[in-house]
């Protein structure tokens, strides 16, 4: 994941991107460019379940997994999820060992996304970790 931070086009209709702050996922570079996509962009909605949010309008554009034109039931509800971390247990190698820890019978959905949190290697810290 990288954020944009520039797109600009020429006289030719050529676009040029700038990247910004990003591509430290996983800590690996990937040479064969691989899987990619392009996210919060209003043009690029064609798929069921894409979305688009307009901050300015606080408009939410909505791609619904159905056929085309229908509308979405009035039964559903949009939720952002706003916790990147759900459970975090800290310890230290030195004082106080977080150990015998189990958790059991729990399902978790929806945590925010967090792909472009900064994190440590190996250990991924990041606004959530373990430490042991």
């Known amino acids: ?3 944009i931070a520039d ?23 990937d040479g064969t460019g691989e899987d990619w996509y392009i ?6 909605l064609d ?3 894409e979305f688009y949010f307009d901050y300015s309008t606080q408009r939410l554009f909505y791609v619904h997994n159905a056929t085309k034109g ?10 952002v999820p706003m916790l990147k971390c759900l459970i975090n247990i800290t310890g230290s190698t030195t004082s106080s ?20 949190s900064a994190h440590g290697i190996p250990s991924g810290e990041s606004s959530c970790h373990l430490s042991y």
Do not use: C
Not at 7 to 29: I, P, V, W
Not at 39 to 44: F, Q, S
Not at 70 to 79: K, N, R, V
Not at 97 to 116: H, K, R
């Open 39 to 44: 996210d919060h962009v209003l043009e690029e």
């Open 7 to 29: 797109a600009s086009t020429d006289a030719a209709n050529k676009t040029t991107l700038t990247f910004g702050r990003g591509a430290f996922q996983g800590a690996e570079g």
């Open 70 to 79: 229908t509308p979405i039931p009035p039964s559903w509800t949009f939720e």
């Open 47 to 49: 798929a069921p379940k």
């Open 97 to 116: 060992l977080a150990t015998n820890i189990s958790i059991s019978g729990v399902t978790i959905t929806s945590a925010a996304a967090s792909y472009m």
């Open 1 to 3: 994941m990288v954020k």
